[in-house]
Structures are given as C-alpha cells and as structure tokens.
C-alpha cells in the first residue's frame, strides 16, 4: 500500500484519556498495512508495500520510448534483451519489476529466483510465457496491455482474409517462380458473403467493423459480450451450433483456454460449409491443427490463414506447407506502432505502480486495482486489521469466514475486501508474503475458506458509509468494523459493542477482563510508565458476561505483558 508521513499528533495527557474511560476516545494513531509475530514489528514485506519499486529490468527488445518513461519515471532501468535462463536467473534477484514480449519465459524458477519483484509487465496481449500461478503464489503483480496491439492484430487478421479470398500471396510466389497463372488462382468477393467472428472483445469487433466495410454480414459468439452491445457494432450473436453451417469465413479472437482449446475441432468441422476458411491470429491451439490439416486435405476447409501455432515455431510443417495454408511467423503485434504503443503503455503502468497512481492492466490480483483509490484504502485497512482480531481473537487461522458487506456503498467491495481479510486472518503465519495478490488463494491452501455476502441496508447510523462485518463460523467469533474520515473503526468485537468505535492503527493493545476488576487500568498505566510508552487513545465496550473488551492505542509495543496477564482473562497485541 502506498504510505507517506504520519502527521504530527496532540496527545492529550495519560489521566486524561482514562478518566473518560467510560466513553472511550481517541486520537489519530499511525495507520500501517502488516501484522508481525509480536513483540518487534517489522517493516511491511515489499509485496505488500506498492509503490516501492526501484529497479526495473527489460529483458526482450521494446520500444526505446519504454525506457525513457520509467527513467523519466524516477526507476533505475536495465535493459538486456537476449539473456539466457542462466542470465536471466541471475540478473532478475535484485529487480523490483520485470517487463517483457514474448521471447522470455517467466517461469516458476525465475520468479523463485526473483527476491525482490513486485510486478511482471507483459508489452503484449497475452500472457502465454508468463507463469501466472506460480506469480499469483509468490504475490507477483501480472499486467499486461490489452489495447496496445489491439488495431494491429485486427489489420492483420482483415488482411489474412482478403488474403484467402484472392489467394494473393500464392499468385505472388507464383510469380517469383516465373509463372503466369491467372486461371489458377480464381478468387472470390467478399461482398455478400458471412463471416462468423468468435470472440467480440477489442480486436473481434475492429474485425468485424472493418469487413462490413467490404459487404460481408458478420455473425458471432461471446458469453461476455451481450447480444445488445454487439448489435451496436453490427454484429448478430448466435449460439456456436448456428453459427458452423452459416459462414463463409470464420475468424477467432478468444483467449487460449480450456474452454477455447480446440474450439475447432472435427466435429465443428463436419457441421461447417464445405469449402469454410478459417482465420487464426488470435493463439495457437485454438484451432486443432490436426483437425484442419484433415479437413483441408478432405475440402472440408477450403484455406486457412494462420499467424499462431500451437508450437512457434511449428516443427511439423504438414500444415505450414499445405498449399492452401497462409502462414506468418506470428506478426499479430509487429507493427511500429504497435511496438510503441506496448512499449509506451506498460512503461506508464509500471510508473504509475511506482508513484502510487493507481493500477491498470492487472492480470492477477484484481483486488489491487481498488488499493490506490483514496476511498477504498481504509477500508481494505480495516478488512485486513478486523482478519487480524478475528484470527487472534479466535486463535485459529482455518475453517469458514463470512465477510458481510453492509450499505449500498460497499456494494462492490466483496471484490477487493475479501482477500484483504484473508491476508489479515493470514497475516504473520506460515506463508512468507501474504499480499491481495495471493491471498485467497493461500487461504484456500491453508484450510480457510472465505465467503462474502452484502446488504444493501446498514444500520441508520451508519447508511451513509457502510459497515463492515467477518465472522469465523461456528464459533462466536465476529468483528464488525467501520472507517471514520480515513480511520479504520472497530465497532463490535464477539458480542460486545464498544461506547464509541475504536481505532484500529498502529500498534494496539487488545483485552478482555471482568468489569468489577479495579486492578487492570493501574497496573497498565504502571506498564506504560516503566516502558516509556505512550498511551495513544484508549476505548472500551459494554459490559456482557460480567466482562468487557478494551483496545489501547499505543505509542510503542509493550514487550512484556506479565504483570498485566493476571488481571486479564485474555490479551495480544497487534501492529495494524
């Protein structure tokens, strides 16, 4: 998270603050992001702390407008494009960021390697060579920039398919032979005929604009896209099994998927026109190229153009030698503008990570997206300090957590404040670097199942913010919590509800004894005054079972708490 300078503060005297014990009161306490093993806090682990990047290293060739922007940017740049995985191994331990094409592989055992990096910059689409697991696992921020080759990919593909139409590359090696072939190389219009274009996102539907400029009907499938917003851009949605016997053409523009891996297949084949061309410059496997090999040799395909293969470069080349079969060594982004425009894109998203501007492009780790906004940074603070209590208070990081979400503000906020509680309730155990990058997924891992709900109506008081509440089920563990300006606020602790909400920042002091006990504030204040510690805000909740809670803010740890224990039925200490 991004952290400044704390302001100074007034501290109103030690009597003071406990003579107003019975409403509670506070004063603004530092705000921080980690929990350590208790007594020495330790400074938030780097993956946590966005914003923190120093250096950064290219290791393919981009634009030299990416350079210039992350030095313009304040970060250190190493730029060395053709290492080996020996060179790369070595060269990527002291690196905070890492941007690449597509030459280097950012596998499991870099990203081990790499002690120190936050961000994985992909100048490029797809994220094929970037281990987006094993960089979830580690809290390695993936980001890519989806629009950069956006136009140039979608040019590419149009001139594929005219390519198919009037078989021009085969006329033009035909000609460098010394031939004259006009009766060979019979082609046909595109006007009036139907191309089916599967996937509408940005390079589907630039596709699918610029071929009804030649007069082609476009048809087409997404499950995301919804009939409505592709009408908008003239194209029909239809079910796949009604699109296959309808084109003259068909082009993908998915993802390389499960779901997508072999979207054309003999069986989609057999259901096609004779004679259907098919255009891939989307990724390889898509199509099944087994499949098309058998169906351009039946007729069953009449051409396929294909900028992609299931392995670049293709060792078989039954396909790339077929004569019908129109082939680039994936040029989809090799444009200078598309290079600039990659370059240029990912260079500005890693500097605004830097400089704590916000995020864009995020693969993994969608919560993060949320982290820079002024408005949801204290709440994700108050998500992941009420997992903290929570794990504390309930002594167990396992078994099933309800996040609750109330008021119609944090409508949208399970998205992003449900792994900030489960780095909370994960925070200072096994794992090395819990982050909101990885940290459902290590919950997962780790026994703890996290789920979200949300009421639009919050209690009156507090309709106009929003409350927030966790719960570690079949006990009677819960924590329910607010933010005040920009303070993250406890408001109910088990069943108890404070007087007045208590800050959860810095480091904090957090008991439960029996009210009728007279000997716990002075024996605390004797703690205080032996330690050089000052006591920072002091709240305490209503009285239930003879007992109640009571949160101190302090200046510093305590490092030891024997002599309070005996007056205590239970205490810890957090660093929030």
Not at 254 to 280: E, H, I, W, Y
Not at 343 to 352: F, S
Not at 403 to 412: A, D, H, K, S
């Amino acid at each position: 998270m991004e952290t400044g300078p704390n302001e100074p503060e007034k501290r109103a005297p030690l009597a003071a603050l406990l003579a107003r014990r019975a409403g509670g009161s506070s004063l603004p306490a530092a705000c921080g992001e980690s929990r350590h093993p208790w007594p020495a806090p330790a400074a938030p682990s780097p993956a946590m702390a966005l914003g923190k990047l120093q250096k950064v290293l290219i290791s393919d060739s981009l634009d030299p407008c990416c350079r210039e922007i992350l030095q313009a940017g304040g970060l250190r740049v190493q730029e060395k494009p053709g290492l080996s995985k020996e060179e790369l191994l070595r060269e990527i331990r002291d690196c905070d960021g890492l941007i690449v094409r597509s030459a280097t592989k950012v596998t499991a055992d870099v990203l081990e390697a790499a002690e120190r990096l936050q961000v994985v910059g992909r100048a490029g689409t797809g994220v094929d060579n970037v281990d987006v697991e094993a960089a979830t696992r580690k809290g390695v921020l993936v980001m890519n920039t989806p629009t950069g080759n956006s136009l140039s990919a979608a040019e590419l593909t149009c001139g594929m398919i005219m390519c198919l139409a009037r078989q021009i590359p085969q006329a033009a090696a035909s000609m460098k032979e010394g031939k004259w072939d006009r009766k060979k190389y019979m082609g046909m219009e595109l006007n009036g005929k139907t191309l089916g274009v599967l996937g509408l996102g940005r390079i589907g539907r630039e596709v699918a604009t610029r071929m009804q400029a030649f007069g082609m009907k476009t048809i087409g499938y997404d499950p995301i896209i919804t009939p409505e917003d592709s009408a908008t851009f003239g194209v029909e949605q239809l079910p796949l099994e009604q699109i296959w016997p309808r084109c003259d053409f068909i082009t993908v523009h998915t993802p390389l998927l499960p779901s997508t891996m072999g979207l054309l297949n003999d069986s989609t084949f057999a259901k096609c026109r004779r004679g259907v061309q098919v255009v891939n410059c989307a990724r390889g496997g898509i199509v099944d190229e087994d499949a098309l090999l058998r169906a351009l040799r039946s007729g069953q395909c009449g051409g396929a153009a294909l900028d992609v293969f299931t392995q670049e470069p293709p060792k078989d080349r039954d396909l790339v030698n077929h004569p019908n079969v129109i082939c680039c060594p994936h040029l989809g982004a090799s444009t200078r503008e598309a290079q600039s425009r990659c370059g240029k894109e990912i260079a500005m998203q890693i500097v605004d990570m830097a400089t704590g501007k916000g995020l864009a492009g995020i693969v993994n780790g969608q919560a993060l997206g949320k982290a820079f906004a002024p408005q949801t940074k204290p709440w994700i603070a108050l998500a992941r300090a009420l997992g903290m209590v929570l794990c504390t208070v309930g002594k167990q990081a396992q078994g099933s957590v309800q996040v609750c979400t109330l008021g119609t503000p944090l409508r949208e906020a399970g998205s992003y404040l449900t792994p900030a509680v489960a780095a909370g309730m994960l925070a200072g155990g096994a794992q090395k670097e819990v982050t909101l990058v990885n940290a459902l997924l290590l919950a997962q891992e780790a026994g703890l199942k996290v789920e979200t709900t949300h009421v639009d109506v919050a209690p009156e008081a507090n309709g106009s913010t929003g409350l927030l509440q966790v719960a570690l089920q079949g006990t009677p563990c819960r924590a329910t919590g607010m933010v005040q300006g920009s303070t993250p606020m406890l408001q109910q602790l088990n069943r108890a509800t404070f007087k007045q909400p208590a800050p959860l920042a810095g480091p904090v002091l957090i008991y439960r004894a029996k009210a009728s006990e007279p000997s716990t504030l002075p024996t605390l204040t004797g703690l205080l005054g032996k330690a050089g510690v000052q006591l920072q805000s002091y709240h305490s909740s209503g009285v239930v079972a003879g007992e109640q809670w009571s949160i101190v803010g302090l200046s510093a740890p305590l490092s030891d708490l024997g002599e309070l224990k005996p007056h205590v039925t239970e205490v810890f200490q957090l660093h929030l």
